[in-house]
């Protein structure tokens, strides 16, 4: 029968192996027999081996009905090519008599994750797992769907019932894989309803045990759970007591961690739980140092590379992690170099070019900017068109400051609107406002095709604005402010920048004024706000108070203001009648660039001052 060369039986033990054969050739074959053909089976005299009745335990029948069970429902599956009722039953039955046949727990679980309805798993299951405590993986299977429908009392209830007739912490028979599935889930359980002093007691109780205490596994997840305890409550010096003792006893788990993991050949994937609490904990020398242990006795381990490259980004630790990329990329070409970058970045269409990124990526970080370089046109070579490894070529010279040379890169792949926003900034860089607002204007079409997946960053609305502000396009730059402030209601950039143009055109004044103090009461200090908050009051003709907020801000950019800000220090000094100050001010504004002042209107104000007329009140 073909099907059963397809069965997914696999018996731990060597009775378990014994009775699948005996049962293959015993039971399934004549009950198949039976129902499909009118061969007579054979008499009981005729038989080699006595009756299974009598050569089995109650606990061989139970496993024997249930293989029964479980060859008939799959058999069924496979000729109704659908999961029928008469289907479901089978492998529930196959599950009342063995709790602990894992592949028919497997296809139910499929079954209600395909139909997403895990009210009628735990219904099904639920009865079963309670009378069967000892079955770790119908428990943790029935728990977590119990958990999806926030029933996570009564999950937490039946893992803790299951781990004491398992005896966990006391001597359990129960093999350390099982027992870890087991506390895995129940410590997940914990942290996930906060129920951190349970989580501790249990981890206690876990380690209790000689074979856990010793094991990496074991003190993997108890050192995963502190990680995620240990920083919970206040940090008071007798408040914050519970904090200290628990990171306490993390650190003392990942001390044996240390010593386990520089004691036994554990692999990349057992390290990288490993790696992901000192990542969080920012220690890379120990991380490193369990690396580079692997890398050492293995040195063609091709996983752990990846990982430390990876890890080595994720410290910031730039520099190192494009050596490591670069080395990790000579392995490439082989297709199960590939098979493990796609796992270890959970990213199933990764392919070759993908190591040179990421090779360029940290060396940009790392303002390697001709190794960056050299590895986006790489991955060009093994992606001819790749808009990715183009992007960051264009974004590489715009961090060198080649900005007419990045804005041609970016306009080969203008469909990409990332890439048209990195063009409009460019262009403003070097004063071709015109043709950036024309490329911010095609990004943001771009970004609403993209239905909210890939929504502009709150930087591209701000450099939108301030394109729009210099080429006079107030309906357009107001807009813009208005909605990013509905967005962004606390963000003080926002708030000063729309509070300061409103000023600057004398129009809501009042809501101005309201906008610049929100602003500064985050940032009292802040130059730009302490020079906005002196335009608005201004503007309202409270001068004595102006000046004292742009003498703030001046003296807080020295020694060498802005010249915005010295054109404004000097039109509110020329408005308190103090004319030598304000020529002061605005000579000095000419002697500093910036492209927002307006040099022909400031040098107006000085002629006219100089001249004994008044200087024209407020113009930038």
């Known amino acids: 029968m ?22 293959l050739a015993f039971l399934v074959v004549p009950v198949i027999l039976r129902a499909g053909s009118d061969i007579p089976l054979p008499a009981d005299e005729d038989r080699l081996l006595p009756p299974l009745e009598e050569s089995l335990s109650q606990k061989g029948k139970d496993k024997a009905e249930a293989l029964t069970e479980y060859a008939l429902g799959y058999f069924k599956l496979r000729s109704d090519g659908s999961f029928t009722d008469g289907v479901m039953e089978r492998l529930l039955n196959t599950v ?11 296809l139910l679980f499929a079954k209600w994750t395909i139909t997403k309805k895990p009210e009628d798993l735990v219904e099904a299951l639920l009865p079963i797992a309670r009378k069967h405590p000892t079955a770790i993986d119908l428990n943790v299977m029935v728990a977590n769907s119990m958990r999806l429908l926030k029933r996570a009392d009564e999950a937490v209830e039946l893992l803790e019932t299951s781990a004491e ?33 349970d989580g501790e007691d249990f981890c206690d109780d876990l380690l209790s045990d000689d074979d856990a205490s010793d094991s990496y596994l074991a003190r993997l997840l108890v050192a995963r759970f502190l990680s995620k305890c240990a920083d919970q ?14 990171r ?6 990942l001390e044996v961690l240390d010593r386990l993991a520089a004691g036994r050949d554990y692999g990349a994937k057992a390290l990288a739980p490993l790696i992901e609490i000192y990542e969080r904990y920012k220690m890379p020398e120990r991380a490193e140092r369990a690396l580079f242990a692997r890398l050492v006795a293995h040195p063609r381990d091709f996983r752990t590379l990846v990982l430390l490259a990876k ?22 070409r082989d297709p199960r170099a590939v098979a493990i970058l796609r796992d270890m970045l959970k990213d199933p269409s990764a392919d070759e070019w993908l190591f040179k990124y990421k090779e360029g990526l940290s060396a940009l970080e790392a303002g390697w900017f001709d190794v960056a370089l050299e590895a986006f046109n790489r991955c060009l070579l ?11 070529i264009g974004y590489t010279y715009m961090r060198q400051g080649k900005n007419l040379k990045a804005s041609k890169i970016f306009s080969r792949i203008d469909e990409i609107p990332s890439a048209c926003y990195l063009k409009g900034v460019c262009l403003s860089r070097i004063g071709r406002n015109s043709e950036a607002f024309d490329a911010m204007a095609k990004a943001e079409e771009g970004y609403s095709k993209l239905e909210g997946k890939h929504a502009p960053p709150k930087e591209f609305w701000l450099e939108y604005a301030v394109i729009a502000d210099r080429l006079g396009k107030r309906e357009k730059e107001e807009a813009i402010l208005v909605e990013l402030r509905r967005k962004y209601p606390d963000d003080a950039d926002i708030n000063n920048f729309l509070g300061y143009i409103w000023a600057d055109w004398k129009k809501n004044l009042d809501e101005s004024e309201e906008l610049i103090s929100k602003a500064l009461a985050k940032e009292p200090d802040n130059v730009a706000y302490l020079d906005s908050m002196g335009w608005v009051l201004f503007r309202k003709g409270r001068l004595d108070e102006a000046f004292e907020y742009i003498s703030k801000a001046l003296e807080k950019d020295s020694p060498l203001p802005d010249a915005v800000i010295l054109d404004h220090a000097g039109d509110i000094a020329a408005a308190r009648g103090d004319r030598d100050a304000a020529l002061r001010y605005w000579r000095r504004a000419l002697e500093i660039y910036n492209d927002d002042l307006d040099c022909e209107a400031t040098r107006e104000k000085i002629a006219a001052a100089e001249g004994g007329g008044d200087a024209e009140e407020g113009k930038k």
């Open 382 to 392: 093994l992606a001819p068109g790749n808009p990715v490894a183009r992007l960051q």
């Open 233 to 246: 409550g206040p940090d008071g010096f007798f408040s914050g007591w519970s904090k200290r003792r628990r």
């Open 248 to 253: 306490r006893s993390l650190e003392e788990n």
């Open 96 to 106: 009342r008599k063995d709790p602990e046949a894992y592949t028919p727990l497997k």
């Open 165 to 197: 007739a398992c005896e966990l912490g006391g001597g359990s028979e129960v093999p350390l894989e099982k027992r870890a599935t087991l506390a895995r889930a129940l410590l997940e359980l914990y942290a996930s309803e906060k129920r951190w002093s």
């Open 2 to 23: 073909p099907f059963l060369r397809q069965l997914d039986w696999r018996p731990s033990s060597a009775l378990g192996r014994v009775l699948c054969a005996a049962l």
């Open 311 to 332: 890890t080595y980004d994720d410290f910031e630790m730039y520099s190192l992690a494009a050596r490591a990329w670069r080395v990790a990329a000579t392995g490439g």
